[in-house]
């Protein structure tokens, strides 16, 4: 499984969510796992320069399986990566901002934020980490019952739609918080659907 776009725009609004309540503008940057961009958005107000760096932490933790600040620390002179932010076109960031997202103990893509403090960009990407986390949560509690009503993989996304729609019409504010992530986790492909 790699990150769809589908699943992207959502943990992309829970970053974006979190970057608000901090009141920090930011460019969100989603990766699949081998690092292709497969959502962009940057926040009014947020640098310019941010759009390129978000886009090249998201690739950065994406095609080395790890935290941007994680890869900094293995590239410091001496230790076994010195020199490794000149490989791969130089798109390489050694700083805070880019986290690999893990679905089923795999790494399946990464999200790369920029536009705050290196500490305000991890705190914002943690929100899709913990997004995903959220929604491979759900997946597992709705499996045995989308087993038992036989549901084809082609049609868990209409059902998901439908049911993000009705749980966002709710005045309840804890379900509209709960039908993203309801509806993400009914998107994403388990072991055996391919």
């Known amino acids: 499984m790699s990150l769809s776009y ?27 796992a081998e690092g292709g961009l497969v959502y962009f958005g940057r926040m009014d107000d947020a640098l310019p320069a941010s759009n390129a760096i978000a886009i090249a932490k998201a690739y950065t933790a994406a095609v080395f399986r790890m935290s941007t600040r994680k890869l900094g620390e293995l ?5 076994m990566l010195y020199g490794v932010e000149h490989s791969l076109n130089e798109r390489i960031v050694l700083f805070g901002g ?4 893990q679905c089923q103990n795999r790494i ?3 999200v790369g934020i920029s536009g705050g403090t290196v500490d305000e960009d991890i705190d914002v990407a943690r929100a899709a980490c913990a ?4 929604m491979e949560n759900w997946r597992e509690y709705l499996a045995p019952l989308l087993s038992r009503i036989d549901i084809p993989q082609s049609r868990r996304r209409n059902v998901a739609a439908a049911l993000e729609e009705a749980l966002a019409q709710t005045d309840d504010p804890a379900l509209k918080t709960l039908a993203p992530i309801v509806a993400g986790s009914l998107r994403l492909e388990g072991p055996d659907d391919g």
């Open 6 to 32: 589908a699943i992207a725009r959502i943990l992309a609004a829970f970053s974006e969510k979190r970057a608000a309540e901090m009141n920090l503008p930011v460019a969100i940057a989603l990766a699949d």
């Open 131 to 134: 997004a995903l986390q959220e």
């Open 108 to 110: 399946v893509g990464a």
């Open 75 to 79: 590239a410091q002179p001496g230790k």
């Open 98 to 101: 880019g986290l690999p997202l």
